[in-house]
């Protein structure tokens, strides 16, 4: 979508609340705001992502009060860093809006289970399988792959096939 | 090191320990591969941890080394007691994400499928639940009506359990002679069955005893800890995918979303017994309105051409081989997509790169999320309790291990 499209997209009143009123209360701290398919995503800095996520939860016209799901993506060869992505819904308006982080390998994102519990399970699956750390996450541990496992198999340089060790006679030979 | 404490009656002569229990990792009533620590004083719960993954089979690694139609069938093998509406979702994202409709008879025969497999669904999470309560006979019934739903199935596509019958653009082939009369018979009966289930369990004392008032969760924290289907509905919350933003043609046909009261057991069980009923009409209403026409979008750069042509006509042949074997490309972007799956909303966030092949599928499994409340919902009850908790949450761990 191009500046113009995009443009017209949030002029419509179904986005108004979710660009004009986010990019008004954190002005520079949101990076990059798209629309593609309907679906509004707000890349914002990762320092203030538990503030954001607040913030919207609590507003009268937005109250995301459901996360639907948060996620990693290893787009290290394309910006150079991973990206989070919080999914959130408003039960009361029915909306949805797409967060993002960015964040560079060995740096944490401030973890945002203060303010939906759901955030639990979801973040420990991203340290899981990306590496990247929750500040202030109440059990920051493994939760699919036993704890002394080595590596983070969502990485896009991790083997399809695994590492070879004396389980996986068939994995790549770790360089 | 385990703490002793006395009992709460202030006997200081009877001294309890806290003790850790290891439940699973494969107990019958913990659904499948689900190892629970649980800390334990006496017969109480103080703590209920649960440690997944021992089925861990990398989905979403494989996703990504897939091209896109390729993915279809792995997602049957997600929630496997309703993949129709594991492939509904996956494939209803990737149309988002390449721009296409398809035609509204293969709308209604996607709806038609996804409410049976939440009918089928309901069925063994009610039936497994009193099996895992004592109550052995409902399992029984259940599976007696479940068949009947695995025939229809059989009928559509083939097979009995992975179901691999929607495609993207459409589904892999229109509904088979005879399916309808059988399907219309089959909703005809099924309310008759389901006052037989309620008859053996909704008024039952000892049932009544086992699940109310059992693992109660308020509206607020249901959505605070992410719940959904019927175990957030049961807290009250009117919160359905269908109503509130409608997909395939749901908003076309009159059914109702029951919610409960209190959000305990007891309530996640009447929804489910309800949402069978509703699920049933909206089969049936289906059936009434299903317009004739194709079941596929014909849109050939994305589509591959019906079982009939590539039989009959060259091109059809070079160009369904064209397909499966370097796929599409769909436009750069990143869409999700949600839909309510008999155990919640099941959502599959899918990043393009342009190429053939998805840079990165997430998959949103309602099971995953809804397990966390198992430790919510536990503390302060008694061990036999904690069967109930499990139950009423109806995890499938195809689904949470992914």
């Known amino acids: 979508m191009d500046e113009k499209d995009l443009e017209k997209e949030i002029s419509s009143q179904k986005y108004s609340t979710l660009v004009t009123k986010l990019k008004g209360r954190f002005g520079r701290s949101i990076l990059e705001t798209s629309v593609f398919r309907g679906e509004v995503t707000h890349v914002v800095e990762k320092d203030v992502i538990a503030d954001v996520c607040s913030f919207v939860k609590r507003e009268n016209d937005m109250q995301f009060n459901f996360l639907s799901d948060v996620l990693g993506v290893d787009s290290r060869a394309t910006l150079s860093c991973f990206e989070v992505v919080y999914h959130l819904y408003s039960i009361p308006f029915k909306m949805r809006i797409r967060l993002k982080v960015r964040v560079k390998e060995n740096e944490t994102v401030p973890t945002v289970t203060s303010v939906w519990r759901s955030a639990d399970f979801a973040e420990r699956e991203t340290f899981d399988m990306f590496g990247i750390v929750f500040d202030g996450h109440p059990n920051m541990k493994r939760i699919y792959l036993p704890q002394d496992w080595e590596g983070y198999p969502l990485r896009k340089d991790y083997p399809l096939v695994g590492y070879k060790d004396e389980y996986n006679p068939f994995g790549v030979e770790k360089k | ?402």
């Open chain 2, 1 to 402: 090191m385990a703490e002793i404490i006395p009992i709460e009656n202030g006997d200081t002569d009877l001294m309890t320990r806290e003790v850790t229990l290891n439940m699973g990792p494969q107990h019958p009533s913990t659904h499948g591969v689900m190892h629970l620590i649980l800390h334990l004083q006496g017969e109480k719960v103080v703590k209920a941890e649960p440690d997944i993954g021992f089925l861990h089979r990398g989905m979403e690694k494989i996703a990504e080394n897939l091209l896109y139609p390729q993915f279809v069938p792995y997602t049957d093998r997600l929630d496997y007691l309703s993949s129709m509406t594991n492939n509904l979702g996956y494939v209803m994202a990737v149309e988002k994400l390449i721009g296409i409709e398809i035609p509204e008879r293969g709308k209604y025969v996607r709806v038609i499928a996804s409410e049976l497999s939440r009918i089928s669904s309901h069925l063994l999470a009610v039936g497994a639940w009193g099996l895992d309560l004592g109550a052995i006979t409902l399992v029984l019934y259940a599976f007696r009506e479940r068949e009947m739903i695995m025939d229809l199935f059989e009928m559509l596509c083939g097979a009995r359990l992975t179901y691999n019958y929607m495609k993207i653009g459409g589904v892999r082939g229109d509904l088979p002679p005879g399916f309808k009369e059988r399907c219309r018979e089959f909703v005809r009966l099924f309310p008759k069955r389901v006052d037989e289930y309620e008859g053996l369990l909704t008024g039952n004392r000892i049932w009544l005893q086992r699940n109310k008032g059992i693992g109660i969760v308020s509206a607020e924290d249901a959505i605070n800890l992410g719940l959904t289907g019927p175990s957030l509905r049961g807290s009250g919350v009117s919160w359905d995918i269908r109503k509130d933003e409608p997909y395939l043609v749901y908003d076309r046909f009159d059914f109702k979303v029951p919610v409960g009261e209190n959000g305990d057991c007891f309530d996640r069980y009447m929804c489910r017994v309800e949402e069978m009923r509703q699920a049933a009409r909206i089969v049936e209403q289906a059936l009434d309105q299903l317009p004739e026409g194709p079941v596929n979008a014909d849109v050939p750069e994305f589509v591959a051409p019906s079982r009939k042509d590539i039989t009959t006509n060259m091109e059809a042949l070079i160009h369904h081989f064209k397909l499966i074997a370097h796929g599409f490309k769909p436009p750069v972007g990143e869409v999700y997509t949600s839909i309510e799956a008999p155990k919640g909303e099941i959502g599959y966030y899918i990043k393009s790169d342009g190429t053939e092949k998805p840079f990165r599928v997430k998959i949103r499994a309602p099971s995953f999320v809804n397990l966390q409340s198992v430790d919510p919902l536990s503390r302060g009850l008694y061990f036999a309790d904690v069967v109930a908790v499990i139950s009423s949450l109806d995890p499938v761990f195809g689904e949470v291990d992914k």
